[in-house]
């Protein structure tokens, strides 16, 4: 008897991180993912887990500090209880803090990896973590890059996820990439050539989506109801190289610049790529055993 699984593929085999693509999920009425534990599991979460703005946003807001410049006035209380007329957005991170969240990451997790093990592209997954979203209906995630790759699923509402492909330079820049993916403080730039690459997803309760490492995204909640959706972030193996030549790079380009030097940007060469995530080893290595 063949074991059932949580994510089923639809129209590309479920491999990470080559391109974008529409999964199913089978977690429909997990008991977790109930109005009434969302509720309680929004106010129990640590403070500094839970981020909460009005959801009408232009898409080339800042995503990172939209808590912050985008503020309703409402609590958090005020706003849970009133999602429907609220114009509101919550991201909750890590809601796995929460008892009731356990076996269902543990589940994504064991199925992430097993997929990964099927790539080829390690045995287990990196950093790990659940991302829980309420959003009101007609809400905008604004456009962003993540710094890991995505498995995000659909429970309640309807939306439209834009996905252009990763390591797109016409679309985010390397030096961009490289900067945001070391936290520099500098965020990813909105460019118009994103609306001319991405796929349009349509995206209802029982969907799932991937969203590769670095691909440029952003997402349209539907008019009708509440929006619900669940993510679980992860590195693998190979984004783990990228994370670390990536900073090899962000340190060439910080350093070598004003000589004119530009690096190879990554994912252009295997074998140099391989290189700068072995610097970037060395480098870290060092900093942990030299004195400062």
Known sequence: MSEKRIFEAVDAPLVFDRQSYRCRHTLLGHPALELENLARVVQQLPSDNVFFSSGLLPKDADFDRAHVDYRTGLSLKDTVENMMTSNSYIMLRAPEQDASFQPLFQELRAEVESLMRAQGVGERAVDPMLYLFIASPNSVTPFHIDRYSTLLMQFRGRKAVHISPPWDEQVVAAPDVESFVVRSGVRVPYRETFDATATRYEFGPGDALHIPFVAPHYVKNGADDVSVSLS?????????????????????????????????????????????????????????????
């Open 232 to 292: 679980i972030i992860f590195n693998t193996r190979e984004t783990a190289r990228h994370l670390r030549a990536l900073h090899t790079n962000h340190v060439l380009r910080s350093r070598l610049g004003r000589l004119g030097y530009a690096p190879t940007p990554i994912n252009r060469s295997v074998p140099l790529d391989h290189v700068k995530s072995g610097v970037n080893r060395v480098l870290k290595g060092a900093r942990r055993v030299l004195p400062a």
